[in-house]
């Protein structure tokens, strides 16, 4: 089992206020943006990654947003390419790169091998199809981001693995003369993950390709569904997936007492925290989610990620009330009620380390991850607090999940290469989760309850 | 009332679903980007003494989108070859917005298919001063609230959007923002080479915008003006961008009068 560790790295100086006033942080005017803050932050979450490194985290995993305080990794590749050369040990795990906005997958290509080899060898590289917002920063069609995806994913693969020159002619990429000459040092490529918030598609094109999945913080029930519709598509592959084909992402909070760990936790709920990641208009691009995306997201309810989540869909139709007076106290107690709800939900965890394994156990029995990446806070937390809570949980919280992990057979993609166990056709496949603890947390219902109400 | 008919053809090679009604000289409607809205006022009125069809764009739902398809003009291109198919031309014709723009595209290609065209509130052609109104990132109620001057004075808005919405409609605005975002996300409706190939054109036209058009900037319309220099504009008072649904009897008799001119 593999335990990362993870940050968004916002931009720590954003006036709150104006956030609110915003309704959200993209689109929040860069006039708020201070050069001189803003690379202290740049030059701090460099020496956080090495400090995880120190404290013993097997991976550091990082992302990218644009034009959004929420994330300072507007050019991903970039920090990589820093922490390629600063860190001796940790796989840097992209979680992930944007294709469908990037829009020149050569020059991907390129860039991620000269991570690889400059880190030699511990790239683990992610695709993402970009939050709703990348597509009007970017300007990248959303109608065609699923296509883009495809298309730039398959060029990339095949940008490291045939050799050149050679010329492509595809649907949307145009390349003369393909032969980059850097190629990565892991052969055949470096490992590919696959992070996401609930899109079947998505999954299932992962179970088609067996890259593992990260699932984003999301609720445990509907993850459990998309853990078992990757396990239904790796049958109609041939094979049966397992804990090697998981991983988990999760906002963890440690402190010495439950209480002092709840305050930090705060932290998440900054701005209005994720779902104040971007209005819905901009989150829910047309064309850029499935109609069977849009009905499973409906599905959910708060806390979900960027911005996307039931409420945010139902107050699509609701947005023309924007523009009265808010009382910005009124929206804290309420965010933090929220906060209070989602951790009712397990999807954020925060407590003294006891509280904190405890926890974390019932998720990696539910989810059966080989990886599991601690999400440290968002907002102004400082330096020193953002730093105690990585120490305490590599400490005193990361030992006990070890040896939990190890006890229920997690093994990550490293130990057991995805897609290995081969299952024949017609064979019943292994459960890929454990919803028994959600059942007894009183989290759900057990299938006989739904169906008796 | 005009009995009005759904007909699926094969045209062109692919499926069309076409709205049909009332009779007399065919009439050829293109309907805008947020889709068909069902048979309205000025619908009703113009099929007194005209045969109103109106093609449901590809993409929208009804009729299968068609992938080959990926500009206004390749559109265009292909209800030119359905109203050749259906002996049609020249047609009279009315389009509306991005229903407009695909028009435009048809009469670029062929000045000869329409024999008399109106285009409301139409996109297709970089306004001379401002610019097309981004619809993309708003939602489907401010969106709609967008193309009224005044919808709490709009009868028919209440008739097409009121109440709580339904799955299926939000699935419907969902199909259509998403095939105009996949035709027009970039240059953003409109194309920079028609203004250029609509030179010259001397088939009868005229442009219509509402006074109050959020949408459409009244620089649309005089980059039309400069493109097709023979072409007449008129003007609804008060209207947004929907003056066949704000102001439909005034909208149907300025368009009658073109039309019998």
């Not at chain 1, 901009?282 to 850029?288: E, F, I, R, T």
């Not at chain 1, 919280?397 to 040896?403: F, K, N």
Request: proline letters at 7%.
């Amino acid at each position: 089992m593999l335990i990362g560790y993870f940050t968004e790295r916002p931009y720590r100086s954003v006036p709150e206020d104006e956030v609110f006033k915003n309704r959200s942080f993209f689109g929040l005017s860069n006039k708020f943006f201070d050069p001189v803050k803003g690379s202290a932050d740049y030059r701090y979450y460099i020496e956080e990654y090495r400090y995880a490194e120190e404290l013993g985290f097997d991976l550091v995993a990082l992302n990218e947003h644009h034009g959004n305080p929420f994330c300072l990794g507007s050019v991903m590749n970039v920090e990589a390419s820093v922490l390629a050369y600063a860190t001796k040990r940790v796989r840097i795990v992209l979680i992930g790169n944007p294709l469908p906005v990037l829009k020149h997958p050569l020059r991907m290509a390129e860039e991620l091998a000269e991570i690889d080899l400059i880190s030699q060898g511990r790239l683990v590289t992610g695709w993402v199809r970009g939050a709703g917002s990348e597509q009007f920063f970017n300007n990248a069609n959303p109608a065609y981001n699923r296509e883009l995806f495809n298309e730039a994913h398959d060029f990339i693969v095949q940008a490291w693995t045939k050799p050149g020159p050679w010329r492509y002619e595809g649907e949307h990429f145009h390349y003369r003369h393909v032969n980059p000459w850097a190629l990565p040092y892991q052969k055949p490529h470096p490992p590919i993950w696959i992070p996401g918030v609930l899109s079947p598609e998505t999954v299932r094109w992962c179970a088609e390709h067996r890259y593992p999945y990260i699932g984003l913080g999301t609720e445990l029930g509907p993850t459990c569904d998309l853990w078992d519709i990757y396990a239904d598509e790796a049958v109609k592959h041939g094979y049966q997936a397992g804990t090697e084909n998981f991983g988990y992402l999760l906002p963890t909070v440690v402190a010495e007492t439950d209480e002092k760990a709840q305050e930090l936790a705060e932290n998440f709920i900054f701005g209005g925290g994720q779902n104040a990641f971007a209005l819905p208009e901009y989150a829910m691009p047309s064309g850029y989610n499935s109609k069977t995306a849009i009905r499973m997201l409906a599905k959910q309810p708060t806390g979900a990620w960027l911005g996307v989540s039931g409420d945010n869909l139902k107050r699509l139709s609701k947005d023309e009330e924007r523009g009265g007076k808010v009382d910005y106290s009124e929206v804290k107690k309420k965010l933090a009620a929220g906060l209070r709800r989602i951790e009712g939900r397990l999807q954020l965890i925060a407590g003294s380390p006891k509280t904190v394994l405890e926890k974390v156990k019932v998720i990696l029995r539910v989810l059966r991850p080989g990886v599991f990446i601690m999400f440290n806070v968002q907002g102004a937390a400082s330096n020193e607090e953002r730093m105690g809570n990585m120490r305490m949980f590599a400490q005193e919280v990361m030992p006990g999940l070890r040896e939990y992990g190890k006890q229920i057979g997690l093994l990550d993609a490293f130990q057991k290469t995805p897609g290995s166990v081969k299952l024949e056709a017609g064979t019943k496949r292994a459960s890929v989760n454990e919803r028994e603890p959600l059942y007894e947390l009183g989290l759900y219902k057990r299938p006989e309850q739904r169906a008796q109400a | 009332m005009t009995t009005v008919k759904e007909e699926n053809m094969e045209a062109a090679g692919a499926q069309l679903v076409v709205v049909k009604g009332g009779s007399g000289k065919p009439l050829l409607i293109f309907h805008d980007e947020l889709g068909y809205t069902g048979w309205m006022t000025w619908n009703e009125e113009l099929a007194l003494d005209r045969a109103l069809l109106i093609p449901l764009q590809p993409g929208f739902g009804k009729t299968p989108r068609l992938n080959w398809v990926r500009n206004y003009r390749d559109l265009g291109g292909y209800y030119s070859q359905v109203v050749r198919e259906l002996k049609l031309d020249p047609v009279d014709a009315i389009g509306f917005s991005a229903g407009a723009f695909i028009a435009a595209e048809m009469l670029a290609a062929d000045p000869r298919i329409f024999s008399h065209l109106v285009l409301v509130g139409p996109m297709g052609i970089k306004p001379e001063d401002g610019e097309i109104f981004d619809v993309f990132p708003l939602s489907i109620r401010s969106h709609l609230l967008a193309t009224m001057a005044n919808p709490e004075e709009t009868p028919e808005f209440g008739k097409i959007y009121g109440g709580e919405m339904t799955t299926e409609q939000f699935e419907a605005f969902e199909d259509a923002r998403t095939e105009t975002s996949r035709l027009g996300w970039e240059p953003y409706m409109h194309d920079p080479s028609l203004p250029h190939l609509l030179r010259g054109i001397k088939t009868p036209t005229l442009l219509v915008r509402g006074t109050k058009d959020r949408i459409v900037p009244q620089g649309c319309i005089d980059a039309y003006r400069k493109a097709l220099a023979g072409a007449q504009a008129a003007s609804i008072d008060g209207a947004g961008h929907r003056p066949e649904i704000e102001r439909p009897l005034e909208f149907v008799k300025i368009v009658n009068q073109f039309l019998a001119a």
